[in-house]
């Protein structure tokens, strides 16, 4: 789905499976179907967006053991980033046996941001070779100071696409890793890791390793760094 659709979206509705055993009343341990269902988000960059209300979507009149959430929303992270702060809200159960959901979107982001340099590029190992094959690739016609315009212009946009295949939206990626390492040390509990699970965990913790860098990148938000 992520590789045909470039594009924000969002998909919502019964799913007809949960994630965790905490979203089934009385449910105590994981299954495969989770498992699966956690590696479909998780492999097509979708956000579980904040949930608000009653803690289950179906109910039926058999007993409590039918009290799962099977309905959810899922957004790609641009859809989130464009409309901000954004829940889904459980409404009373009306006509249907399973309840509404409402999306509410607190804040929207009404255009784009001005570009700026960020401290932390130069932190990235290779960072001032890539900007000099960059520099030294683009081909002007005309005048000297329209030349180093359109060169600017051009970095600009590299820089800006660069930054956010690397860094976009860091506390999204630390989410994901995080929950990544989770299921694993739950698998472990459940079965045993095998030694291609134990190998994801080190390139995981790995990864781990962008959170202090994602520190700096908060502390480089001062006005005087606009370009």
């Known amino acids: 789905?992520?590789?045909?659709?470039?594009?924000?979206?969002?998909?919502?509705?019964?799913?007809?499976?949960?994630?965790?055993?905490?979203?089934?009343?009385?449910?105590?341990?994981?299954?495969l179907a989770m498992f699966a269902f956690s590696d479909f988000i998780e492999a097509n960059y979708l956000v579980d967006l904040p949930f608000e209300g009653a803690l289950f979507t179906w109910f039926r009149d058999s007993?409590?053991?039918?009290?799962?959430?099977?309905?959810?929303?899922?957004?790609?992270?641009?859809?989130?980033?464009?409309?901000?702060?954004?829940?889904?809200?459980?409404?009373?159960?009306?006509?249907?046996d399973h309840c509404p959901l409402l999306v509410v979107a607190r804040s929207v982001n009404k255009g784009q941001s001005a570009f700026k340099y960020e401290n932390m590029w130069l932190k990235e190992e290779g960072f001032v070779e890539r900007v000099r094959q960059?520099?030294?690739?683009?081909?002007?016609?005309?005048?000297?100071?329209?030349?180093?315009?359109?060169?600017?212009?051009?970095?600009?946009?590299?820089?800006?696409?660069?930054?956010?295949?690397?860094?976009?939206?860091?506390?999204?990626?630390?989410?994901?890793?995080?929950?990544?390492?989770?299921?694993?040390?739950?698998?472990?509990?459940?079965?045993?890791?095998?030694h291609e699970d134990q190998i994801v965990i080190l390139r995981l913790k790995e990864r781990l390793h962008i959170l202090p860098l994602w520190r700096r990148f908060l502390g480089d938000k001062s006005p005087g760094s606009y370009l």
């Open 63 to 96: 007993g409590l053991d039918c009290m799962p959430r099977i309905d959810r929303t899922l957004a790609s992270v641009d859809w989130v980033d464009h409309f901000g702060t954004v829940s889904q809200r459980v409404l009373p159960c009306v006509v249907s």
């Open 134 to 194: 960059w520099w030294n690739g683009y081909c002007f016609s005309g005048s000297p100071s329209f030349i180093m315009g359109r060169k600017l212009k051009a970095l600009k946009e590299d820089l800006k696409k660069w930054n956010k295949e690397e860094f976009g939206n860091l506390a999204f990626r630390k989410k994901c890793l995080l929950s990544d390492l989770l299921g694993l040390d739950v698998r472990e509990d459940l079965s045993g890791l095998s």
């Open 1 to 31: 789905m992520h590789s045909r659709w470039n594009t924000a979206w969002c998909v919502f509705g019964d799913f007809n499976t949960i994630r965790y055993p905490s979203e089934r009343f009385g449910c105590k341990a994981f299954s």
